[in-house]
């Protein structure tokens, strides 16, 4: 029966319990927002590939417009030598609003490219600004000047003894023709450029231009002299001169970027037709930035900066942030600085100058803004050189916001499912831990005390499998209940059966020797009723387990000393068997218990007698007794063969025999089944164990007080 | 005239070998095999004892009903129920339906007639009057050997013989104890010690019937009882 009970604790051996396991499984939602994740990912992709590939298309389209029309972009017809590169050339920026002609730079955007430096004598210098807004080239001529010198007057502007420090402005017109003006500032303020005409006799005139804008003014260090030039007046090139005297009339030192000898300018102007504009102006649209620059990489113009979109809401919280922060990761450049981005443009320019369309993302001004940009190669008429470069740029937040936004919505929507997977795969497992063990719970108790099964079972009403497996539990313990009653009554059944034919046999005998025998009859007489008494005496001793039963069945409890009757039996068992020694080992004071007395006698009797069958003659068999509050064990110790350790826990059981051959008593291994029996009675238990050492063995019944 | 002995036994060879055991006594000895034809034969006359097995042929229980319709047409005759069952409850319900004694076929023959002889003895004493010297009495115990009555406090207490026999051993010396071995040797039964003590028990009881206080019969763990007045 134990056995049954081993078998269901047993189970398959694993290192996790079903609640771990059931956990574990609901963790693999997880993958979940792993997938969206990926899923979002694509999703971006795809976005910015569409993005990317419109702007591309758009970007090669305006290229396409702009194909052969290099007068658009230079004013010229004739293809610029753009690879040797001039260091009088002048590449204005494009300012995105016209500068006031004040004799201030400082609304200018700087650059390296678009400021040239030229030393002059003396620790003098000139630094020449150049930008274009619209229709117009716009000039700073920032000269230090420790002496500056004003001219005596504006009218006599070719008297030399009253010329002061003076500037020339020379450039191509539209016809290649070279002109020359020059400015002479008598003090603060506008300022006209005066060419110098030779007219009949050789006699030399200054005549104003009016169209050209300028103001002269003093700086801390010398003077600014600021130049509004309409394009439409420039050819190819342009330059300045610096004329520095040091006193009126006084010998001139020249310096800048036109020939000395005779003012001619050769420093070209990379500077886009104010046409361009108009041509692209078609193509524009908000928020999209268009940059024309040219092969070498100079911007010839530039419309309309990248807008923020009208619905850019940056996901704000903590959550989001997580989100992005997990799933940005190196994909996108962030944190750029403006000079950084426009070196990051102008590195797309110089790539596409080679040939090829291409598109590129770029960190934007805000925190996390991305800017997609494409650029097209823009071809000479033949298609054999590029001559520019056209750009497009948008910011790509629409996209980021929208993937944002899906993915905010699909992480939280995740988020929750997960913890309600986990939740109810928590409250499940714990369900179902809890109804499997109580059902393992039952099936552990099943066997009652007495080794009566108990049949009814938790869950054996559930309809799914825990109540299929409750049911087959319970007709399995029913059918061993059957077997195990049919087995206990087995022996009582057939001691049963086999008594009538015994009394036949043996009041035949007893009739039989009553008459007149002989001498040889009546001992076989006697050999025939020995051996009837001695299959009587197995009779009895295989019903003695149902007795015991039913005396079990019909005792009645009281209080009693154990420790009297354990002294008192102890002493009346030297004269049963004289041939052992007995010691007891009794506490001196009472040891009150409840229970039946005559069933613990017969249970110390059977622990006597199993004692005094594995001891030889003269051992001594030692009786111990140990109380404590709520029990009382009793054990019987004799020296002789060891347990085999594999019978230990078999040896309480019914009809179990382990005994040395050569015994002929009848023998069915009962004595210890009763002591369990009866050691059941009283709320305890009967174990078997070796002494020490293997010297012998030791039976011990633990009772409840 | 010889005393008839009613055996009533499905198992023929058992009734046959009875009834040559106590023909050999002198009894006259009829057989029966089941209750209808047993309780003809009594209607018609009655024997002096009956020996019945408990079950009879088709009825597992026959012998009890057939004790008490026997019972109810005498009171006085001695029945002793005869049975392979040895259960403690088969032992209860037969004395209770008023057998004189209950005994396993373990019994040997020669312990079976001196019963049965010790029976018909009582019936002879007990139509005599009684007979001061088989009296035996221990304070409030009046016992006559004669009769096998038991009197406490003047109160008769109805004891099987084998009951009866081991409170005879125990008051014949009073204060001595009694093993296992000599109760059974007195009441001319061989028992184990779960039927002793039950035996035992049920004698204590039946006193405690007359005498809640009773409380002379003692254990002595380990060695047996003894009679304490």
Known sequence: MSRISELIRIGPISGFRLRTKLLLLALTTLALPWAGCQYAREMETVLRESEQQSLLAVTTTIAGSLKGRQQLLFRTDPLLAMNNDNARDITPVVLSGAPLVDGRADEWDTDSRNLIRIAGPGGDSLQLLAATHERWLYLALLVRDGKVIYDASALSALDSASIGDRIWLAFDDKRGDQQQLFFGGTGSGKLLGRRIETREYGREEAVAEPRIDAVWQRSSDGYVLEIGIPLSLLGQHIGVLIDDRDRRGATRSSYGTLEVSDLRATGRLIAASPDLNDHLRQFAQPGVELTVASSTGAILTRIDAPALPADYTRMRGFLPRMYRLFLDGDVIPRGVSQAERQRAAAGLTARVARGKPETALFAGRYENSVIVAAAAPIYSADGKHIFGVIQLAQTADRWLTLRDRALTRLLNLTVFVTLFAVAAAFWFAGRMTLRISRLGAASETALGREGNLSRVLPEADARDELGDLSRSFSSLLGRLDEYTGYLRTLAGKLAHEIRTPLTIIRSSLENLESEGNSENAKVYIARAREGSERLGAILTAMGAATRVEEAIAHSDRQRFDLAALVRAAAGAYGSAFPARHFSAQVPDEAVEMTGAPDLIVQLLDKLVDNAVDFSADGATISIVLSAEPAHAELSVANPGPPLPPETANRLFESLWQSRADGDKRPHFGLGLYIVRLIAEFHGGSARAENQPGNTGAVFTARLTR | ?229
Request: with cysteine; net charge neutral; aromatic share 8%.
């Open chain 2, 1 to 229: 005239m010889k005393k008839t002995i009613a055996i009533v036994e499905d198992e023929r060879a058992i009734r046959d070998n009875y009834a040559a055991a106590f023909s050999r006594e002198g009894y006259a000895v009829r057989g029966y095999p089941n209750r209808r034809e047993a309780m003809a034969a009594f209607a018609a006359r009655l024997p002096d004892l009956a020996v019945i097995d408990i079950s009879l042929e088709d009825e597992p229980e026959g012998g009890f009903e057939l004790c008490r319709e026997l019972r109810s047409l005498s009171p006085e005759l001695p029945i002793i129920f005869l049975t392979a069952r040895d259960s403690e409850l088969d032992a209860v319900s037969g004395l209770r339906l008023g057998a004189d004694d209950f005994l396993t076929k373990d019994l040997s023959l020669a312990h079976l007639i001196a019963r049965v002889n010790a029976l018909f003895r009582r019936v002879d004493a007990l139509r005599r009057p009684a007979e001061e010297k088989q009296v035996i009495r221990r304070g409030a115990l009046t016992l006559d050997s004669e009769r096998m009555s038991v009197e406490w406090n003047g109160q008769v207490v109805l004891l099987s013989l084998t009951e009866f026999w081991i409170v005879y051993a125990l008051t014949k010396n009073p204060g001595h104890v009694k093993n296992r071995q000599q109760l059974m040797d007195a009441a001319n039964v061989v028992l184990d010690d779960n039927t002793i003590t039950s035996h035992i028990k049920r004698i204590r009881r039946k006193f405690q019937v007359v005498d809640e206080k009773f409380d002379a019969v003692h254990t002595v763990y380990g060695m047996g009882y003894r009679w304490v007045e």
